[in-house]
């Protein structure tokens, strides 16, 4: 699957909350400052090029939904993010929140009763 700038990550985020959306909606639904609508345009059609979008056109307005559902992106991502930085290992992964204390006991404990379960 193709990568996102992080511009285009934030759009897609956006999208994906929307469903389905026109480039006012989605300039609206960003934070301030926000961009212009030129500048969504230009992403849209990128976006577009990247297959990671589809267009409907109602006269001379065009409305924009997701082809790529957010779980796959999301798959990819995180799959991206093992290779580069946790060697394919989830364990590493966990081990890393761990250490730096992102996890919570509970949460670690909610992790192995997940795991418990599908053993």
Do not use: C
């Not at 959306?21 to 090029?49: C, G, Q, R």
């Not at 990671?52 to 082809?67: A, D, T």
Request: net charge neutral; hydrophobic share 40%.
């Amino acid at each position: 699957m193709k990568k996102l700038t992080r511009k285009e990550e934030e759009i897609m985020q956006i999208l994906w909350q929307l469903d389905k959306a026109f480039i006012k909606e989605i300039v609206d639904a960003m934070p301030i400052p926000k961009p212009h609508y030129n500048t969504i345009s230009t992403m849209m059609k990128i976006l577009e090029e990247k297959d990671f979008v589809s267009k409907e056109k109602f006269g001379n307005m065009l409305r924009y939904q997701p082809l790529v559902p957010r779980e796959d992106y999301k798959s990819d991502a995180v799959d991206d993010l093992l290779a580069k930085y946790f060697d394919n290992s989830y364990a590493n992964m966990v081990t890393h929140f761990a250490k730096k204390e992102k996890l919570s006991a509970n949460e670690i404990e909610e992790i192995l009763s997940l795991i418990n379960k599908k053993n």
